[in-house]
């Protein structure tokens, strides 16, 4: 591999300004890779074809475009909600790993259980119509859970060779000292082990787990990507803002991972935390709204991310957000009377689904992990006539994200209206295509 010759001239004349290593892109050969520390930074090259081995057409009739990347509607499935093995999709946090002609979800909130149902997509765009999958691996608890994994919440999820990996936030980890961030499970769903990874914070990393493109995987010698947001409570431990970190795919006791972004306290991806120009953090005193709501719409305190890839020069990460329109307070009474348990906008209708697209070259080449931004941000219409969004109980509101290379999965909590009884979940499938 060779050495871009201006770091010789730095080295040869003895300045010491030179504080990150270039490295020429073009040098590479096919089977060399690039080790990236966290200060390394990458020049970008116009003879690299960074597109994903799967792209899968030049045009499609497109439901929405984010960046140059079209996602055009494929279908949609329900979830059989009867009972299976230790439990069912009812009050589902349903994170995902698609898998071949299965899924596999997160089932009840308040317990860390995983099943896989059928894949069986409808193109319909009425819910009621859209087929209901059946159970093909029962629900089973990760463990007889005791002590602090009571109070885990499933955030991810991935098959990693013949393992089944799964994300674990603390949901209120007031200490920041939680021991894991991730638990493997065997095929057939027994507990492995309890892992961690050597994150700046764990919970950064604790979220969704991504393969990468073969080209990246190769150039960044790493093959999958972490992520995680400020999901739950506690944000000094979280990522303020999406988070990425490389992956060797190598399963142990500690995780070496590598972090190439994330958001502090201290550097958010908005100060505006509340969308509120009167305040930054959290208004433990300021519980009447300002006069005048602040002009936040990239990210505030009930942002959540669920889930990012890598497609062509791009990081595109889904979730969803509130609060931009009509700012809020921490435990302050909405506009309908509401008292707030925590953190909420002012208007209950402020929530929609939303995605954030960085380019990867503009994460590789910061000098710090919290310096990218996003260069494109904004709600997301998922191509229904009617979105399914209704309030702050984040019904219709994504939180689990997939892709396969070919296509985009999005499980919508609560998004299955047509049995308005439960609360269950909706699969949409999305096909990927170049927009210009």
């Known amino acids: 591999m060779k050495i871009n010759p201006i770091f010789y001239f730095f080295i040869i004349s003895g300045i010491s ?30 003879d690299i074809d960074s597109s994903s081995n799967k792209m899968v057409s030049e045009s499609c009739n497109a439901d929405f475009k984010i960046g140059n990347h079209g996602f055009q509607f494929s279908g949609g499935m329900r979830f059989d909600s009867r009972k ?8 589902a946090t349903p994170v995902i790993a698609i898998d071949e002609n299965k899924v596999w979800i997160g089932g009840e909130t308040n317990k860390i259980i995983v099943g896989a149902f059928e894949l069986v997509f409808s193109k319909s765009r009425q819910v009621e119509d859209m087929p209901i999958a059946k159970n093909i691996v029962p629900f089973k608890k990760v463990d007889k859970l005791t002590g602090w994994e009571t109070h885990k919440r499933l955030s991810g999820i991935d098959k990693v060779q013949d393992n089944i990996l799964i994300g674990l936030t603390e949901y209120y980890d ?31 990393t604790s979220g969704w787990i991504q393969a990468l493109p073969e080209k990246w995987s190769q150039l960044l010698n790493a093959t ?5 947001t400020e999901n739950y409570p506690i944000a000094r431990r979280h990522s303020n803002g999406p988070s990425l970190y ?3 795919g190598n399963i142990s006791a500690t995780m070496q991972v590598t972090p190439k972004l994330y958001y502090t306290l201290q550097k958010p991806l908005h100060e505006l935390r509340y969308n509120r120009e009167d305040v930054l953090f959290t208004p433990l005193l300021r519980k009447t709204l300002p006069k005048t709501v602040g002009n936040n719409d990239l990210w ?42 925590g953190p909420c906008a002012y ?27 996003p260069y494109e941000w904004g709600k997301l219409k998922l191509g229904f006539a009617e979105e399914l969004i209704y309030g702050s109980n984040a019904n219709g509101l994504i939180k689990g994200v997939d892709y396969d290379g070919t296509y985009l999965y999005l499980t919508l909590k609560n998004g299955d209206t047509s049995r308005t009884s439960q609360r269950l979940p909706l699969l949409l499938r999305y096909q990927i295509c170049n927009v210009k």
């Open 300 to 341: 505030t305190v009930e942002s959540q991310a669920w889930g990012g890839f890598v497609r062509g020069d791009d990081y595109i990460v889904f979730g969803a957000s509130g609060m931009h329109h009509s700012s809020g307070g921490y435990k302050i009474t909405d506009k309908d009377g509401n008292k707030c348990g």
């Open 347 to 373: 208007d209950p209708n402020d929530y929609y689904n939303y995605y954030w697209v960085y380019n990867m070259y503009d994460i590789l080449n910061a000098r710090y992990p919290w310096d990218p931004k």
């Open 84 to 91: 299976f093995g230790d439990g069912n999709v009812s009050f």
């Open 246 to 248: 490389l992956w060797d």
């Open 174 to 204: 007031a200490m920041g000292d939680a021991p894991f961030s991730h638990a493997v499970l065997d095929k057939d769903l027994n507990l492995s082990g309890w892992y961690k990874t050597d994150a700046v914070q764990i919970a950064h």
């Open 224 to 228: 999958h990507l972490m992520g995680n």
């Open 17 to 46: 300004l030179l504080t990150v290593n270039y490295l020429d892109i073009k040098s590479l050969q096919p089977n060399e890779s690039l080790k990236l520390g966290e200060n390394s930074k990458l020049l970008i090259s116009d």
